[in-house]
């Protein structure tokens, strides 16, 4: 046979045959070294962060299909409400991500209430609910809804009287708390709600990413990932739930309204506690869902999540970030972005009966 190559080449050959296996090799080395950079991020977001439950049921607070089924349609019901026009999802709306998108809120007669309406999504696993933290769970925040600019109702007994008014609610609430003599009460508009919202959980590719899927995420999204760890933004927002779990001063560096140009300069926990190691602390709000529910901060003040990020960076960690960076956290943000329960996302039919005005309300204010 006829050798393919003249003799004078072999030692070409050679070189070429070394030059091949070099790059064979260093190739496999560059795919090991990146398969290797994965498993650590991996590793190292599994150390900080965790999946989502399936929901948020604690064995105080159970999800009852009964009680899961009457809170949903209290969520959306605004005849409880002094005015008849204001539900839970008003400012809590499925179309906005379980928020109403403004800086701040209306409640009953367009009074505007004085923080930013967080979403509910996911809300259950914080370990204190609002922005200061003054209600221990879902169901005391719920409770205390009634009372306030929100809902307007001068008591509990207003409030329940309104429910009492809609005659399919009473079978109902038997259900959800059998053998109650009186089932019909605050504490139990409280528990139906909160069964609800506690299964408002919106797991998004994130979720499947920590439970072992490297691919779950965009190359793109773990290099934010990666930048989220590196700049220290999860030393905050860690859990599963990416915050709600501490209080932090906003403006660790600086002033924060003169990041965010907030008009008001909200004290946050302080007005909870009257300490003054508590001034301007916050709770870490969760960033699940974040890139779908601007504005941003306590007060709405940030419009847009890049801002958010770079004012974040500036004034808790004293990071000036590139351009790059910021947009590198804003994708990995986005991958966040969880798939809305449908029980969420489409509004129950509510039982039938007309709003009953509030007697004692003054007629200015029932416009
Ligand atoms: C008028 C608008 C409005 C209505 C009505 C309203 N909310 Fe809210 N909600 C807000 C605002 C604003 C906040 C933040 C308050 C704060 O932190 O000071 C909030 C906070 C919350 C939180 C805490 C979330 C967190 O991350 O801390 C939950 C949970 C919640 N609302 C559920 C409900 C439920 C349930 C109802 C009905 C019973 C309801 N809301 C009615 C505006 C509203
Ligand atoms: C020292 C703790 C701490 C660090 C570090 C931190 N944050 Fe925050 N973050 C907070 C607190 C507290 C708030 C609430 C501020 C407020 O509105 O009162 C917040 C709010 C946010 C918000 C607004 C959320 C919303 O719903 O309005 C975003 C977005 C955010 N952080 C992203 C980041 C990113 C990205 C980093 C890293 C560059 C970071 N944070 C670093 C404590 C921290």
Known sequence: MKPLLPLGDTRRIRVACLIAVGLVASSALAIARDEGD??????EARSHFEPLPK??????FPVSPERVQLGRKLFFDPRISSDGAVSCSRCHLPALNATDA????????????PRNAPTVLNAGLAFK?????RFANVEEQAKRSLLGPGFGNPDYATAMARIKAIPGYAPLFLAAFPGEANPISEDNWAKAIGAYERTLIAPSRFDDYLRGKPDALSPAERDGLRTFLDTGCVDCHKGPGLGGLSFRKFGLISDYWKATGSQNIDKGRFDVTNDPADLYKFKV?????VAMTPPYF???????LP????????????????????KSLVTFLGSLTGTIPESFERAPVLPAGGFTPDPSAPPSSRK
Do not use: F
Not at 38 to 43: F, P, R, S, V
């Open 102 to 113: 403004l800086p701040k809120s209306l409640g009953v007669h367009d009074q505007s209430l």
């Open 55 to 60: 929901d948020m049921a604690t064995p105080e």
């Open 129 to 133: 609910q609002h922005w200061d933290g």
């Open 38 to 43: 994965d498993a650590d991020l991996l590793k």
């Open 298 to 304: 306590h007060d709405g003040a940030v419009r847009t």
């Open 285 to 289: 709000p969760g960033l699940r869902n």
């Open 307 to 326: 801002s958010a990020v770079r004012i974040m960076a500036q004034v808790q960690l004293n990071a000036e970030l590139s351009d790059s960076e910021v």
